[in-house]
């Protein structure tokens, strides 16, 4: 009863410390959508740019006004003729864990697993999902059908015919909102095109069959190669970031205690094959 008793009233104070901390944070280092706007033009996000968001709304608590709001301002800088991305995965833990559970993705009603900002804006209106398994990404924008249309068909979740592959092609940006680097899927990209260059193959050697549903009809089987969860523990992508500082191409604002980082994708490559030819990885082998 008594170790009962402190377990409640450590979760009481706890909460009682997070909503103190959230007035605090608020009132006196509080941003609105405005700010949030501002901010991203001058990191340089810009009308017409392709931009992959990742984001952690626990570290944007500053923010003062709804989580629909931070979509809406994302939407605003880019504008209908950019194009605004969110990884929406389907699980935690890693992808072959949860192709054991011989799952049915459906991009309607899967939900996201990649932050509560992911699950927003995969049911915003307008917003398409791509026909991918594990790595289907959510897409706002005019040209967002045209961007998602050959996932199925890429032969790893990230590379080649994958909207994440279609960064380099649109000279698209990155955005941490609040998150690291860790969270950049662009890194998978990278690891496809560099696999011949790295000591250790960053994919399972067995092909898996996992099955999505688009629309009423039955299951369709994509065909993929996944990430090896072994080599996946070891990966380390902040190794990356001292060289896109010297590169000056570390873009980073804060705002609210919140740090916004801004890259490009093109400079990341450029960044890990240099690394690579160099004999540097960002992994702890």
């Known amino acids: 009863m008594i170790r009962a008793w402190l377990r409640s009233a450590r979760r009481d104070l706890k909460g009682v410390w997070k909503k103190k901390r959230l007035i605090w944070l608020r009132r006196w280092r509080g941003f609105g959508p405005e700010e949030l706007h501002t ?4 990191l340089g996000i810009q009308p017409g740019d392709v931009v992959m968001v990742h984001s952690s709304l626990d570290r944007l608590e500053a923010f003062t006004g709804k989580s629909s709001e931070l979509l809406t301002v994302l939407q605003s800088c880019v504008g209908e003729q950019g194009l605004l991305l969110m990884p929406t995965l389907p699980f935690t833990g890693t992808a072959v864990e949860w192709a054991a559970t011989h799952p049915v993705f459906d991009p309607k009603t899967t939900p996201s697993r ?3 900002l992911t699950e ?3 049911r915003w209106p307008g917003v398409i999902r791509s026909l991918h398994p594990t790595h289907a990404v959510a897409a706002w924008g005019s040209r967002a059908p045209a961007f998602c249309q050959n996932h199925p068909h890429a032969a790893t979740p990230c590379g080649a015919g994958s909207p994440y592959a279609g960064l380099l092609t649109d000279n698209g940006k990155i955005l941490l909102l609040g998150t690291d680097i860790e969270a950049m899927t662009f890194f998978h990209t990278a690891e496809e095109l560099l696999e011949p260059q790295l000591p250790l193959s960053p994919f399972t050697r067995d092909r898996y069959e996992l099955q999505v549903r688009a629309g009423s009809g039955a299951p369709q ?3 993929t190669r996944l990430f090896d969860p072994a080599i996946s523990r070891k990966r380390r ?3 990356l970031i001292p060289e896109l500082q010297r590169r000056h ?4 604002a804060r705002l609210g205690g919140a740090v916004l980082v801004r890259l490009d994708a093109r400079e990341v490559l450029s960044a890990l094959t240099d690394m690579a030819a160099q004999g540097v990885y960002c992994y702890e082998f």
């Open 237 to 239: 992508i902040a190794r």
């Open 249 to 252: 191409a570390w873009h980073e």
């Open 120 to 122: 927003l804006f995969r």
């Open 114 to 116: 990649s932050g509560l």
């Open 221 to 223: 089987v994509i065909v």
């Open 39 to 42: 901010q991203l033009v001058n």
